[in-house]
């Protein structure tokens, strides 16, 4: 591409991370889609209203409030003033939401880039929904340590407070599935080149190395958003990141490194890649803490599945494993070049069976999308 | 949206034009989808093989080259030489293409965009298909035109060398599930309405208004990508727009606007709105005529549909006419103001039935996205 989002400086062309981000933000359809995962809302609306005193007669900063909904609870668990900070169009909807519900006199909804938003005072809470696609997709999280930086008080909470991301051994059936969609894919290329040689005159066999990197990338190395019910998981889960979100710099997280151990637990299983989801908390601070911690996590559950879902790593091919077995996974997580609120992971196992043999070490490169 | 792709004057932030627009040409998945097309790739090896004395010999200039198979095909035609200009990085693989069919010597591939490209010497013929649904959705032609007006010598031709826009009156199931699909849509909304109020205190319906313009234009006012059966067709098609494309100017067709005239030729039908489409025709020049002239239409056909397909602009409800019933169309086409590859279409009907009985008149309008 001539032209990307952001540059290898990091720095952010923001036509075009409007055009790439944003939009999505400004239909309501989207916003509705959040606000019925009950998972997440029942999170924040306990987190508010089972700590009132964090709230009550405080002043309030909403990052990418959307349609409004954290800074009206905000301002219903009584807070003296709450600013809304909405970077879309969605701004306008979330006014008019805080009107009906007769908050406007506490609410300020302000238009424009959270970077670029001058508030008229420092706040005691940040509240924020900020996590994206296993935690850091997107970004968003940047927008918020901005905003923390520069408007929250010393003594100040953070709404969620802490987060963590998490990694698990799993078996899926989309690691027999995605090899099925790459291998016609391909089939379907090779029929492509001999009826374009056969009907046009023209070879494009030369194309054949970088359309199969392309079809590898998109069906065997992006990692899928998928709902994993608890009996995928093969192993023991590990914590791969841990953030406190009243310290963390937009340095902690740029790039997430991990060299962590987990072991499968399932008697013999079907080792088919990694599921990776991420949790989050309301702990208040040190200083100021909830009364009621509250948690959001979006692991695997039978019964409580967010939009989150979790972030599958296929590996191929799937190899049985069994109780005991160690693996030892390095992680490395960087945003993508061509686009900073993308990520690109590479991922390497080793593993060790219980019978001491070392089977031939596994790397492989993702890409979330 | 707080930042466009176009501002009201016409001018383009090319970064955010990359993103919104460019970028899914740099995919070869793409370029086989449309390479794949057998009509369109027919009509043009056709024409450049059944009009070889327009490329022997001469300076050919392909405007978005893609992979390159058009100045393949102009070099195999004899052409002494073709400049291959293409926007994205899909540049480098007709490169590789171009030597791997040893012509690489006659086919310059030039990355960059059209309006920025200096050539050495003007050409002899300029090709491109530039071509998108409804034939003027993406405004490539403007590269087109502003590579003609730049490059093209007062003798030279242009392949394609002329283009129309077509539509008719169809009958098409899709109006029933797009009411449905909205139907359903809005008694989610208001679910969702229901249970915020219940579970978490907050009345949204002050978004309901909005929330249903938004599902209105996407279920009810988006035109819809279809590949209809001719048997969908129940009137007399008609031409909305001719182009030459050796003298037309991007004032002439930034807006589309025509007043016609169709009737109803179906003993009864059910009027369900209109479909839409395009032809285009390489016949060369006045002064320098093809040898064979070729057609590439993508009219609704039983058997050779094409990429394109139809665009399909659905009215509610939909209504009984017999044959010989006319309607009076009133159609204006023009670029989305956020974004100047898409379209806004404003639509207006009048009935007048054999009996004399005009049925009350249906105005609306479209988005072509």
Redesign the interface.
Known sequence: ?????ADGNGSV????D???Y??TY????HQ?EM??DRVR?DAY?NAVFENKHHFSGKVVLDVGTG?G?LA??SA?AGARKVYAVE???MSE?AR??I???KLQHVVEVI??SMEDVVLPEKVDVIISEWMGYFLLRESMFDSVICARDRWLKPDGVMYPSHARIWMSPIRSGLVDQKIRDYDG?MED?HS?IN??KT?????????TK??DG??KK?YLQTSIWNNLHPNQIIGKSVIIKEIDCLTTTVDDIRVVQASVSSSITEETARFCGFGGWFDVHFRGSEKNPAQQEIELTTAPDQDFGTHWGQQVFLLHPPQYLGSGDELTINFSMSRSKLNHRLMEVDLSCDIKQTSGKLLPPIQKKFYIE
């Open positions: 591409m001539g032209s990307s989002a062309d923001k036509g075009v409007f055009a790439n944003f939009c400004g239909f309501l359809y509705k606000l019925c809302m609306y349609s909904i009206i609870w219903q970077a879309t169009k909807h008019q939401l009107a009906a519900n238009e424009g894919a290329w492509f009826d374009t009907f046009y005159g023209v070879d494009m066999s030369a194309l970088p359309f392309e079809q998109y």
